[in-house]
Structures are given as structure tokens and as C-alpha cells.
């Protein structure tokens, strides 16, 4: 059976993205007035953000001078100082916002991590996701916390080696099939996919995907104890 259980963290254990959806709403109200196409004041931030995640990296910092930049180019630089300001303040209210655990994840953790190792695997700015995991309070469920700059297959193959685990038993959980499935399941580990609405277009954003042995899907974390017990019977 599995030696270790893995776990996505934003999107997957809590709320993430709606965050970002409200921030990016507020970004366009202040833009409308140098930009009166709404769709095209967002498209333009999404193209900076995803470019400069190969820059920044992922994270509230990284989306905080996307916004700062497509503001300038939207506004082609006549945006006030004032609105600056506030854009700046709209990253630091992120980072400060309690998170906001989703209302099933403590009870299945609890109940897994009576009979499994778990492993949280969440890739960002390495201070701002610390700060984020101390403060849901769900770290003493989880043996190992590892964060990362990116979920690729080299990144989790070096993560299995590291933990001397074997890939055909290893599970990951998460609600991205570019950064929690697809890298998996090409080592040969297994996977469970949770879709989510929220879920960033730039994770969904894969070339082809069959379904395939060791790739499970469910609708919502609290089936995940469920999907596990059937799979040890069968085993």
C-alpha cells in the first residue's frame, strides 16, 4: 500500500485563489479609468503574472509587482502615486488575511494521520507560505514540509529520493493536474485529483491527459478516507 500520503496545500487544504480573484477585481475598478474594457485590463494582468512567475516565482510578492507593472503599462504611466499606495496595501492585506482552512480538512487530517505518514508539498515564496502553514495550525499533521519553487518531475523525483520512498507508493492529493497529477503519476507514483473552481487557468494548462492506472478523482476532500480504505481492501 502507500508509505506516504502527500497533500497540495493552497486550493487543496484551503482557500487560495479567491483571494487573488477578489484582488484582481479591485485592480480593475482602480484601472477603468485608463482602461474602460474590464476583460482587457484583467487579460493584460494575467499575461504579466504569468511571465513573471518565471522571475518572481508564485506567491502574493510576485502577483503584488505584476499588478505594479501592468498597472503602469495600462495607465502607460500616468497612474497616481495614490493608487500605487494602494495597490501595494491591496499585497499586504493578502499577506495578512487569515487563512482560510476549508471546513472538512482538520477532521480528515486527523483521521488519516492515525494510520498513514503525510507530506505537505506546496510550492511559493518560502517565508510567505511558512507564515501561511504555522498559522492554519495543521503542521503537527504532517511528517514532512517540504516547499518548493515549482512542482515539476525532477522536482518530485528529488523529493522521493531524498525521503527514500518508493514512487509506486507514494500518493499526492491536489486540485492542479499540471503541478499535483501529471508530474506524479510520469514516476509512476499514484494521484488524486480534487477539481476546484478557483483553481488558477495557469494550472490547468497541460497538453493532453488520458486517465490512467494510480490516477483517482474525487469531488471533495472529505471522500478522500473513503477512497483510501476501498483501495486498501483491493489491495
Given at each position: 500500500?502507500?508509505?506516504?500520503?502527500?497533500?497540495?496545500?493552497?486550493?487543496?487544504?484551503?482557500?487560495?485563489?479567491v483571494y487573488y480573484t477578489r484582488a484582481k477585481e479591485e485592480f480593475t475598478d482602480w484601472l477603468e479609468i485608463y482602461e474602460d474594457d474590464r476583460e482587457q485590463i484583467t487579460l493584460r494582468l494575467d499575461e504579466i503574472?504569468?511571465?513573471?512567475?518565471?522571475?518572481?516565482?508564485?506567491?502574493?510578492?510576485?502577483?503584488?509587482?505584476?499588478?505594479?507593472?501592468?498597472?503602469?503599462?495600462?495607465?502607460?504611466?500616468?497612474?497616481?502615486?495614490?493608487?500605487?499606495?494602494?495597490?501595494?496595501?491591496?499585497?499586504?492585506?493578502?499577506?495578512?488575511?487569515?487563512?482560510?482552512?476549508?471546513?472538512?480538512?482538520?477532521?480528515?487530517?486527523?483521521?488519516?494521520?492515525?494510520?498513514?505518514?503525510?507530506?505537505?508539498?506546496?510550492?511559493?515564496?518560502?517565508?510567505?507560505?511558512?507564515?501561511?502553514?504555522?498559522?492554519?495550525?495543521?503542521?503537527?499533521?504532517?511528517?514532512?514540509?517540504?516547499?518548493?519553487?515549482?512542482?515539476?518531475?525532477?522536482?518530485?523525483r528529488a523529493l522521493i529520493e531524498r525521503h527514500r520512498l518508493d514512487p509506486q507508493r507514494f500518493l499526492m492529493v491536489g486540485n492542479s493536474?499540471?503541478?499535483?497529477?501529471?508530474?506524479?503519476?510520469?514516476?509512476?507514483?499514484?494521484?488524486?485529483?480534487?477539481?476546484?473552481?478557483?483553481?488558477?487557468?495557469?494550472?490547468?494548462?497541460?497538453?493532453?491527459?488520458?486517465?490512467?492506472?494510480?490516477?483517482?478523482?474525487?469531488?471533495?476532500?472529505?471522500?478522500?478516507?473513503?477512497?483510501?480504505?476501498?483501495?486498501?481492501?483491493?489491495?
Amino acid at each position: 500500500m502507500f508509505e506516504m500520503l502527500a497533500f497540495d496545500a493552497d486550493d487543496t487544504l484551503w482557500n487560495n485563489e479567491v483571494y487573488y480573484t477578489r484582488a484582481k477585481e479591485e485592480f480593475t475598478d482602480w484601472l477603468e479609468i485608463y482602461e474602460d474594457d474590464r476583460e482587457q485590463i484583467t487579460l493584460r494582468l494575467d499575461e504579466i503574472e504569468e511571465g513573471n512567475v518565471e522571475i518572481y516565482g508564485y506567491g502574493i510578492k510576485s502577483f503584488t509587482l505584476s499588478m505594479i507593472e501592468a498597472a503602469l503599462q495600462i495607465s502607460r504611466g500616468l497612474i497616481s502615486p495614490e493608487h500605487l499606495e494602494e495597490i501595494i496595501g491591496l499585497g499586504r492585506n493578502m499577506l495578512l488575511t487569515p487563512v482560510e482552512i476549508f471546513p472538512e480538512t482538520e477532521a480528515v487530517l486527523a483521521a488519516l494521520a492515525r494510520d498513514w505518514e503525510m507530506m505537505l508539498i506546496t510550492k511559493g515564496d518560502v517565508f510567505e507560505q511558512s507564515k501561511k502553514i504555522e498559522r492554519t495550525g495543521l503542521r503537527g499533521y504532517f511528517r514532512h514540509i517540504e516547499i518548493v519553487g515549482e512542482k515539476t518531475t525532477p522536482v518530485y523525483r528529488a523529493l522521493i529520493e531524498r525521503h527514500r520512498l518508493d514512487p509506486q507508493r507514494f500518493l499526492m492529493v491536489g486540485n492542479s493536474l499540471r503541478s499535483d497529477i501529471l508530474p506524479v503519476l510520469e514516476l509512476g507514483g499514484q494521484a488524486v485529483y480534487i477539481p476546484y473552481a478557483n483553481t488558477w487557468a495557469h494550472e490547468h494548462k497541460v497538453d493532453h491527459f488520458d486517465t490512467q492506472d494510480g490516477y483517482y478523482e474525487i469531488e471533495q476532500l472529505g471522500q478522500l478516507p473513503e477512497l483510501l480504505e476501498s483501495l486498501r481492501r483491493v489491495r
